[in-house]
């Protein structure tokens, strides 16, 4: 993964191994990577030696916009808290962009209901880690479910 994310998206669930994507640029060519550990790296007792397969699928300029557009809205969005929940049951789910100054912003969203806009943010995120990973879903359907989203988000 490129040293400051553009895109990123990194799952830590309770009970089975992590999994993210990323959404790269490398000459002019646009990528959706998806990054899958060969173990659950939060509980191995040897981190050293937890692999990580990277798999990454092309995408065109317009799908890459898309995505940056959706991520850029959620850095603005992005708020901190003092006081934060933590369990220990259910998925957390990080959100990490670098804005317009090149500084890294992180979201983090606790298992959020299904219909949620933040569910629907979830839904989204997993396709394109599906798409990176070699998975059939829809690319018109995730940017329909972008779009949705983006007006949710603006209004």
Known sequence: MSEIPFARFIVIPSFSKEYAFSIEKKNEEY????????????????????????????IDKKFYSKISHLFQLLAKQTKSYDNEIYSTDGETYYFITADNNGK?????IWTPTNNSLMGNLIKISNNLFSIGNGNYISVSEINSEIDKLVIELEK
């Open 104 to 108: 890294t912003k992180t979201g983090k």
């Open 31 to 58: 990528f959706v990577v998806s990054i899958t550990p060969s173990e659950s790296y939060w509980r191995a007792k040897n981190k050293k030696n937890v692999k990580f397969e990277s798999k990454k699928l092309k």
